[in-house]
Nanobody, 122 residues
Framework: QVQLVESGGGLVQAGGSLRISCVASGRTFSMYAMGWFRQAPGKEREFLAAITWSGGRTFYADSVKGRFTISRDNAKNTVYLQMNSLKPEDTAVYYC???????????????WGQGTQVTVSS
């Protein structure tokens, strides 16, 4: 089992930046690919970014490419999502997820956090 806890969400003005974090516990964090997703009210959960267990490869959805950056610190069992140039349409609950695989994936994650709310005001 892997437990994931997100933090760092909040209210930010459009054009601003925010970094959210996800701390993992349980199994060996460095053996898991990690991903970030979000879900806005009335919408389906959306894939945003993923990173391999070594951190050597990342992948982004077109909607956030160039604005968001995923990174990880295996010594701290933490994955981050740096969000820049935020827009009101980025408002959502943001979730991290983990999957025991060496490759970067956009679906099929096994473990999920509870989410952290990000609100971008116009």
């Amino acid at each position: 089992q892997v437990q994931l806890v997100e933090s760092g969400g909040g209210l930010v003005q459009a054009g601003g930046s925010l970094r959210i974090s996800c701390v993992a516990s349980g199994r060996t964090f460095s053996m898991y690919a990690m991903g970030w997703f979000r879900q806005a009210p009335g919408k389906e959960r959306e894939f945003l970014a993923a990173i391999t267990w070594s951190g050597g490869r990342t992948f982004y959805a077109d909607s956030v490419k160039g604005r968001f950056t995923i990174s990880r610190d295996n010594a701290k069992n933490t994955v981050y999502l740096q969000m820049n140039s935020l827009k009101p349409e980025d408002t959502a609950v943001y979730y991290c997820a983990a999957k025991h695989t060496p490759v970067v994936v956009t679906t099929g994650y096994d473990y999920w956090g509870q989410g952290t709310q990000v609100t971008v005001s116009s």
